[in-house]
């Protein structure tokens, strides 16, 4: 059955100029194909991947114990376990850490590991662009938090409403770590966008058109489209903040003649998109799993494909919700509050096809599954209570209340978190070659969603009894003091849960050690990273695969009968790749990405404290430019060969390639 082609790997630099290149001294590309050395070198996308994920989860913890300390100051009347400024510096952070450190750089682990193997590519577009967003990432994430070793953290909100971050009101040096930290961050975010961009339009398989694409593929392609209009947007508002308080600039002083509200309109043209950025990858996650576990297409593809393209779209127009009560105007408070009301449409959407998927299907409640159904469950909840927020009237109301605590967690903790822990049981086995525990998996997921409700739910509540955010403490008396002590149990079950969690993984190690790992296939799943080996090897596919239809691989594996019954046609081993492909040519490794991304924070602290520090960071930055510009494109002794990325045709047209033997096939199931 000829459903893979042999293509010839075309040298994509270099090939006609380095043949007898001799690399030599530090300008050599390192060769460690393993230890730690190979890490820190690598420019493969699914290590890449792996450490986006390692981090961010790290940094989960870090967010997850600010958010402990908040619940229990708050757990009972007129506590003291932290100060009032030093909660306003946890309560900051806790935001900051869970936005900018775990929600996004959790999705990039799974858009860097996952998108090229989903688009049948062996890599990214720009593999040592990759390397330097994480490391970026990395870096701009232990910037951030030094402050809290170098005079206090940020304490003016994750959403730093001037004029309260100006140094009048904010004159320790944690907005400055704000600032410049979201910035360094900011380049991982963008060279992020722009390299999966480059990779999804121009690095398809054969046959594989934009609508053949799986839907977790679309909306990180919706994702990283936002990211690059998005983020310019924020990082003006980050440099003009940066001037202000470092350079007594005077953008957002109206002492001075300037406007506070140019923040907020800066930081919620990015801010209200970065939602969509923060929960479309978990939108698409849990349309790969449900399907899976459903035994049926997801529902409606197209309109699941359109619907995430459409709430990127309606996402940039919906900002001014978060500033109806600062005085924008009435006729501009109906109009934001009618597009607000009207992305709940597409949104719904979603909703309704990943029920309609479900509907009649062979349901296997796995732990994926069960996650994903939190994500429908739990962000339908959020989704409600969002609706809530684009009536001006109550929006009013609720604004600064805990009610609006409740809403955006059910959504993005309810949300995007619930997606991505069905992503992790969904591909561990692909990336690890063993299974979670599946019993474990259960109790994390059961645990985490009792906790959730119950740290959460309540939050309506005191929001609509009157209860504030941000405040450190409050009085007897007022009705707060039962559902606080609720909510703060309620997180520590999320901690326990994750807890949990960690134990599995450790113990799913141990026990899968000295175990073959699983095969390609094991959920029987139906898109082109489950024809690979498990776990991936480093080229992707022995072979890139010819696509002829959505759902290419479950076509291979399935058809019907003359009753239109779903039969088996051909088994893994006929279908799935086997390991031990020689001869494929990948990307080297490098370690100027890291030298170069060394540098910033040295450059961050230069600009808080002295410009000799500036100058240190700088010597890395222009030497990791400088090498990586003067970096030879290939190695005569590196083991990984040229930077080969085995480009294919910009929009898969080339599919017309194909064995005449591969015949379009309708989704079946």
Not at 38 to 67: C, N
Not at 178 to 190: D, E, K, V
Not at 217 to 236: C, E, G, R, Y
Not at 434 to 448: A, C, D, N, P, S
């Amino acid at each position: 059955m000829a459903l893979t082609e042999e293509r010839p790997l075309a040298l994509t630099t270099g090939d006609e100029v380095t043949t007898d290149h001799e690399p030599l001294g530090v300008f050599r590309r390192p060769t460690a194909t393993e230890g730690w050395r190979s890490w820190v070198t690598t420019v493969d996308h699914k290590k890449i991947g792996i450490m986006y994920g390692y981090t961010a989860f790290f940094f989960f913890l870090v967010g997850g114990i600010e958010a402990l300390l908040l619940r229990t100051q708050l757990a009972v009347p007129n506590n003291n376990v932290l100060s009032a400024d030093t909660y306003n510096q946890v309560f900051t952070m806790h935001g900051i850490t869970m936005v900018f450190l775990v929600i996004m750089p959790m999705a990039a682990a799974f858009a860097n590991y996952l998108l090229p193997l989903q688009i049948g590519a062996r890599d990214v577009a720009f593999p040592r662009m990759n390397a330097f967003s994480y490391w970026c990432f990395l870096f701009g994430g232990i910037f951030l938090n030094t402050s809290w070793v170098l005079g206090g953290a940020a304490d003016g909100g994750w959403f730093a409403y001037a004029p309260n971050t100006g140094v009048v009101f904010s004159p320790s040096h944690g907005l400055d770590f704000f600032t410049l930290g979201l910035l360094i961050t900011g380049i991982a975010s963008l060279v992020s966008s722009v390299n999966l961009t480059v990779t999804v339009l121009n690095m398809r398989a054969p046959g594989m058109t934009l609508m053949r694409m799986p839907v977790f593929t679309w909306m990180v392609l919706v994702v990283q489209v936002l990211l690059v209009f998005a983020l310019p947007v924020i990082t003006l508002a980050l440099l003009l903040l940066t001037f202000e308080r470092l350079f007594d600039a005077q953008f957002f002083n109206p002492a001075a003649g300037a406007d506070p509200l140019l923040w907020e309109n800066l930081f919620w043209i990015f801010g209200h998109p970065e939602v969509y950025i923060l929960i479309l990858p978990s939108f698409g996650i849990v349309s790969e799993v449900i399907p899976v576990f459903s035994r049926k297409p997801i529902f409606g593809y197209p309109f699941m494909v359109f619907s995430g393209i459409a709430i990127g779209f309606m996402g940039w127009g919906v900002w001014a919700h978060h500033m109806f009560a600062s005085g924008i105007g009435p006729i501009s408070v109906a109009a934001f509050s009618l597009s607000t009301m009207f992305i709940a449409v597409p949104t719904g959407v979603k909703i309704l096809n990943w029920l309609a998927t479900m509907w009649g299907g062979k349901l296997t409640f796995t732990t994926p599954m069960l996650f994903a159904i939190g994500l429908v469950a739990m962000f339908t909840i959020g989704g409600l209570s969002g609706v809530t927020h684009s009536v001006a009237p109550s929006d009013t109301q609720q604004t600064d209340t805990y009610y609006i605590v409740a809403h955006f967690h059910y959504v993005l903790f309810g949300g995007a978190l619930m997606g991505l822990f069905a992503g992790f049981y969904f591909w561990w086995p692909k990336v690890y070659g063993h299974f979670l525990g599946e019993r474990m998996g259960k109790v994390h997921f059961w645990l985490m969603l009792l906790g959730f409700n119950l740290t959460f739910g309540p939050m309506h509540i005191l929001g609509l009894q009157g209860m504030s955010r941000r405040i450190w403490t409050y009085d007897d008396g007022l009705g707060f003091n039962f559902w606080n002590l609720v909510s703060t149990i309620g997180a520590f079950m999320i901690a326990v849960s994750i807890l949990v969690f960690m134990a599995n993984v450790w113990r799913s190690r141990v026990k899968a050690k000295g175990q073959p790992p699983v095969g390609p296939d094991p959920w029987d799943s139906r898109s082109l990273e489950w024809i690979t080996p498990s776990p991936v090897p480093e080229y992707n596919f022995s072979e890139i695969p010819v696509v002829t239809g959505r759902d290419e691989f479950w076509n291979r594996k399935y058809g019907e009968d003359e009753s239109g019954r779903l039969v088996r046609l051909h088994s893994d081993e006929e279908v799935c790749q086997a390991p031990g492909a020689t001869g494929i040519h990948l990307p080297s490794p490098s370690y100027w990405p890291i030298v170069l991304s060394f540098g910033l924070p040295f450059v961050g602290y230069g600009l808080i404290y002295s410009l000799w520090w500036a100058a240190f960071g700088a010597i890395f930055v222009i030497a990791g430019i400088y090498g990586w510009a003067l970096e030879p494109a290939d190695d005569d002794e590196d083991p990984h060969g040229h930077d080969d990325h085995d480009d294919h045709g910009p929009s898969g047209d080339d599919a017309a390639e194909a064995p005449t033997a591969v015949t379009e096939e309708a989704p079946v199931g």
